[in-house]
Every structure is written in structure tokens, then in C-alpha cells.
């Protein structure tokens, strides 16, 4: 009977871990969140819409602090909430290289948000290769930690907006160089994020 109740505690975790999935800290928000030219956040707000970005050590889900944003979202104004590489603020880079990933084996971006249940839409941007902007949108659904899990076949091209310099081919270009948060219009309150991931494919 041991020996049975052996083999299957054995089959049992050797069939989670064969199963489990791979993950890849991209981001993680420790040390010091700042804005402007030499910031590690690069962050903004414009047509009346404004945000305050900053970490925070009483509300985080791993580490010393997740980074907190408190937003007033209008009609018709914008705002982000950026990290990575080619951006305005020259220390935003993410705990690993763009050059560094094997990005045909990534599935998705994850990503921890601690929210109010306020029902606000946040919209997450990548910057591929060519410059171009992709968005997913989850929503603030929960009151507390929720894994936002955002499979990259679900991203789709702005129509809203691209910079200059997007190619706009409509093809997503590896690697990606960058994401971002946004609260959308109309909304007002407070989310912190945490522990920015890749989730790769199962073998």
C-alpha cells in the first residue's frame, strides 16, 4: 500500500512539473521609480487626462514594491505608463535584452494588478521591431491581485494611434521592444503592477 501511495505522490508531481509552465521575469519594478529624461519610468498624460507613478512597498505581490498608478482617465485625453528599450527615459530597461529572448517560443505576456473591481478598461501596449503599436485590453475586475495572462496572437494594431516611425506592415515584429499600461477613459482611481513575464510554449 506504501509502496502505491509512493508511486503516485512520484506520477503526481512528475506530471505537474512535465506540465507546469515556463515563465521569464521580464520586469519586476524593484529599485527606484522615477520619471523625466534619466527616469525608469517613462510616463505621461495629455488632454486633460494625468497619473502619478511611484512604488510601493504596503501593496506588492513579490519583491520589495510593485509600482502604483493613480490616474484620472477623461474623455478624449491619453496617457502610458511605459518600460523597456527606445524610449524618452534612458533607465527603463527590462531585466533582460530584446536580443536575448527566443521570442518563437513566447506565448504571452503576464502580469500582476491589483485592482479595486472598479470595471476599468487597461490597456497594455507592445512596441514591435518596426515601431508599431499592439494592444490588449483586460479589466479591473477584482478587488486584489489578479494574473492578467495576454496571449500575444490576441494583440491587435492601434487604430487609434502610431507614431511616425511605426512601418505599419500589420505583422507583429520580434523583437518587441517595450510595453505599456493605460487606464482608459472615462475613469479615476488607483492600480499597482507587479512582476512582468513571458510565458513560453509548452514543449
Not at 522615477?34 to 510601493?56: K, R
Request: with cysteine; hydrophobic share 40%.
Amino acid at each position: 500500500m506504501k509502496r502505491f501511495v509512493l508511486i503516485a505522490v512520484f506520477l503526481f508531481f512528475g506530471l505537474s512539473c512535465g506540465w507546469a509552465e515556463s515563465k521569464v521575469l521580464l520586469d519586476d519594478f524593484e529599485g527606484l521609480i522615477s520619471g523625466g529624461p534619466q527616469g525608469t519610468v517613462d510616463f505621461g498624460s495629455g488632454n486633460g487626462s494625468s497619473l502619478e507613478v511611484t512604488g510601493d512597498t504596503s501593496i506588492k505581490h513579490s519583491g520589495q514594491q510593485s509600482i502604483k498608478v493613480n490616474f484620472d482617465a477623461v474623455s478624449g485625453g491619453y496617457m502610458y505608463i511605459a518600460r523597456g528599450f527606445g524610449l524618452d527615459a534612458e533607465n527603463t530597461a527590462w531585466l533582460v535584452k530584446p536580443e536575448d529572448i527566443n521570442w518563437a517560443k513566447v506565448a504571452a505576456i503576464s502580469f500582476w494588478m491589483y485592482g479595486s473591481n472598479s470595471q476599468t478598461n487597461i490597456a497594455i501596449d507592445i512596441k514591435d521591431n518596426g515601431n508599431e503599436m499592439w494592444r490588449f485590453i483586460t479589466i479591473d475586475d477584482k478587488t486584489g491581485w489578479k494574473e492578467v495572462v495576454c496571449p500575444l496572437v490576441e494583440f491587435f494594431p492601434r487604430g487609434d494611434w502610431q507614431p511616425d516611425s511605426a512601418d505599419r506592415n500589420g505583422e507583429l515584429d520580434f523583437p518587441i521592444r517595450s510595453y505599456q499600461f493605460e487606464p482608459l477613459p472615462v475613469a479615476k482611481g488607483t492600480l499597482y503592477f507587479d512582476q512582468v513575464m513571458l510565458v513560453m510554449k509548452k514543449e
